[in-house]
Nanobody, 123 residues
Framework: QVQLVESGGGLVQAGGSLRLSCVTI????????MGWYRQAPGKERELVAT???????NYADSVKGRFTISRNNAANTVYLQMNSLKPEDTAVYYC?????????????????WGQGTQVTVSS
């Protein structure tokens, strides 16, 4: 099986920075795309940013110019550098990936989510 393991969340003051990491664990053939989503209390989960294997990125308008998504294909890892954080960025951040992997039943493709990491921005 495969799983996504996130790290890097925490508490930061407005204007500060955090870097999230998400590593894929398992017997991987390929991962495309990878991305970050977030869910604030009482709100639906929303897209933050995605990145394809060849480096094409897509950002939510609310984070453009402040957040940068990147990936290390050799390490099956995606990152989210968050700068100029605002209180409205407070949410649980989830890593997501479409993964081709080797299971006990053969090769499979799955849409996988991480467990989430809390980001809290104080004013």
């Amino acid at each position: 099986q495969v799983q996504l393991v996130e790290s890097g969340g925490g508490l930061v003051q407005a204007g500060g920075s955090l870097r999230l990491s998400c590593v894929t664990i398992g017997s991987i053939f390929g991962i495309d795309p990878m991305g970050w989503y977030r869910q604030a209390p009482g709100k639906e989960r929303e897209l933050v940013a995605t990145i394809t294997r060849d480096g094409t990125t897509n950002y939510a308008d609310s984070v453009k110019g402040r957040f940068t998504i990147s990936r290390n294909n050799a390490a099956n890892t995606v990152y989210l550098q968050m700068n100029s954080l605002k209180p409205e960025d407070t949410a649980v951040y989830y890593c997501n990936a479409h993964i081709d992997y080797l299971s006990r039943d053969g090769r499979k493709r799955a849409d996988v989510w991480g467990q989430g990491t809390q980001v809290t921005v104080s004013s």
